[in-house]
């Protein structure tokens, strides 16, 4: 069955850290791959996403992610957080061949910036 | 545009009894997904329609959870004699075709009491 792993369950930074979340799935095929926050208080947004095509891939805010097939991996990362990141971000995939297009989620990390 | 809504947004039910959940999707969008969250977790798949079918129901946790989307746009979730370990976040989302990014719903809390 496939999975999604976040090792990272919390994080604390001080504003201006890096962060690098991580995030693992398990599927031997061709995928799709998101990540989505949770700002509190509010509905999951998409951050960024990777179809095809250039591994490193930019969203919103800063953000972007790097796709390493070899490692099954799309970790999140931005070189300077702000306080306003403070959020819970989720990893999904989409496994396109598959048969089926049915996300999986992992179970998030929440990340709390310090002023 | 609106985006995707989803009525009531909190409901506290009796265990034993029925309740309907409903997802208003964004307009236009082909694909609909169902989710339940549990607090510390992330969205567990449940079902998704595109169209007016059902292309994977393989998350629904028993034959007390079933879902409709008759006419392709609003669907409803549906849950028969509710127990307290159904309690939970039910998400909605939808997306403009299999594969894309998904658009979520406030959500509806659901307390079984």
């Known amino acids: 069955a496939q999975s999604v792993s976040q090792h990272n369950h919390h994080v604390i930074l001080s504003e201006a850290a890096s962060l690098e979340l991580g995030c693992n799935y398990s599927?031997?095929?061709?995928?799709?791959l998101f990540w989505y926050v949770q700002y509190p208080g509010q509905h999951l947004q998409l951050l960024l996403k990777?179809?095809?095509?250039?591994?490193l891939v930019k969203g919103i805010k800063g953000f972007e992610a790097e796709f390493i097939k070899s490692k099954f991996s799309f970790n999140l990362r931005k070189p300077s957080v702000q306080w306003s990141d403070t959020a819970e971000y989720f990893c999904?995939?989409?496994?396109?061949?598959?048969?089926?297009?049915?996300?999986?989620f992992g179970t998030g990390t929440r990340l709390k910036v310090l002023a | 545009g609106a985006g995707v809504s989803q009525t009531p947004s909190n409901k506290v039910t009796e265990k034993g009894k029925y309740v309907e959940l409903r997802c208003d999707p964004i307009?236009?969008?082909?694909?609909l997904y169902w989710y339940r969250q549990s607090l510390g977790q992330g969205p567990e798949f449940l079902i998704y329609?595109?169209?007016?079918?059902?292309?994977?129901d393989s998350g629904l946790p028993n034959d007390r959870f079933f879902a409709v989307r008759p006419e392709g746009s609003v669907s409803t979730l549906k849950i028969q004699r509710t127990e307290r370990g159904d309690s939970a976040v039910y998400l909605c989302?939808?997306?403009?075709?299999?594969?894309?990014?998904?658009?979520f719903g406030p959500g509806t809390r659901l307390t079984v009491t």
């Open positions: 999904a995939v989409n496994a396109r061949g598959s048969g089926t297009y049915k996300y999986i």
């Open positions: 307009s236009g969008h082909t694909a």
């Open positions: 989302a939808s997306s403009p075709g299999l594969g894309y990014e998904q658009y």
């Open positions: 990777y179809f095809s095509g250039d591994p």
């Open positions: 329609f595109q169209g007016t079918g059902a292309a994977d």
């Open positions: 599927y031997g095929g061709t995928v799709n």
